[in-house]
């Protein structure tokens, strides 16, 4: 089982870049994915993309693809949403979560962080 933690959120400008950060705890995530998720109000949860933590392959969903990315730093446990550019659009609570490479879905969640993007 994994904690996660997400930091980083708040008050945004539109246009401007913000990073997010996603503090891992309680297992070694050799075996592990790590995705970032989001939901805006009133809409569902959207996928942002997953790091394999190893060897650190990323993927991007392509509705952020070009704007978003995502990265890891191994000493700290730690994964990063970098966003840039954001729009209104990108308002909404982001989440991290945590699945087996093998397994299909994501059994650990954080409790997110709120971002809210300013026009």
């Known amino acids: 089982q994994v904690q996660l933690v997400e930091s980083g959120g708040g008050l945004v400008q539109s246009g401007d870049s913000m990073t997010l950060s996603c503090e891992a705890s309680?297992?070694?995530?050799?075996?592990?994915?790590l995705g970032w998720f989001r939901q805006a109000p009133g809409k569902e949860r959207e996928f942002l993309g997953h790091?394999?933590?190893?060897?650190?392959?990323?993927v991007v969903a392509d509705s952020v693809k070009g704007r978003f990315s995502i990265f890891r730093d191994n000493a700290k446990n730690t994964m990063y949403l970098q966003m840039h550019s954001v729009n209104s659009e990108d308002t909404g609570v982001y989440y991290c979560?945590?699945?087996?490479?093998?397994?299909?879905?994501?059994?650990?969640w954080g409790p997110g962080t709120q971002v809210t993007v300013s026009s």
């Open positions: 979560a945590a699945r087996l490479t093998w397994g299909y879905e994501y059994g650990d």
């Open positions: 790091i394999i933590w190893c060897p650190g392959t990323t």
């Open positions: 309680g297992s070694r995530l050799n075996n592990y994915l």
